[in-house]
């Protein structure tokens, strides 16, 4: 009984002191819009995809004509597409801003060493 005891202690200790670890802070789901807007238009994908399989499943137990199948099919395509084209823009503004923004930072190291090397062989004033 003492090392049940114990042993349940000893795992609740493990997961109090670990908890935080595995958490995710509300500061990370705030940080990035991008990415929400990524996985939103990920999801809005999967469920065309999904409809798509319907329509095919629809057509294969004849509930659906052919030609509607096919206008519905082209319909869910188009829509698909858009949302693939959406994501990639997202993912190229995404890419484009983390450049630019390490383009900065290193301007910003270059002229902050620049200044640093200027001010060191005459910085003694007596």
Not at 58 to 76: D, H
């Amino acid at each position: 009984m003492t090392i049940l005891i114990i042993t349940l202690l000893a795992a609740i200790v493990c997961v109090v002191v670990a908890y935080p670890f595995f958490r995710r802070s509300p500061m990370a789901r705030l940080d990035d819009p991008a990415d929400e807007l990524a996985q939103s238009l990920r999801r809005a994908r999967d469920r065309v995809y999904e409809e798509i399989r319907a329509l095919q499943q629809e057509y294969f137990l004849k509930t659906l004509s052919e030609e509607e199948y096919r206008e519905q099919l082209q319909a869910a395509r188009l829509s698909a597409a858009d949302l693939i084209r959406r994501q990639r823009e997202v993912q190229e503004t995404v890419a484009s801003i983390a450049q630019r923004v390490e383009d900065e930072l290193r301007k910003a190291e270059a002229s902050g060493a620049d200044a640093t090397s200027a001010e060191a062989p005459g910085g003694q004033s007596t």
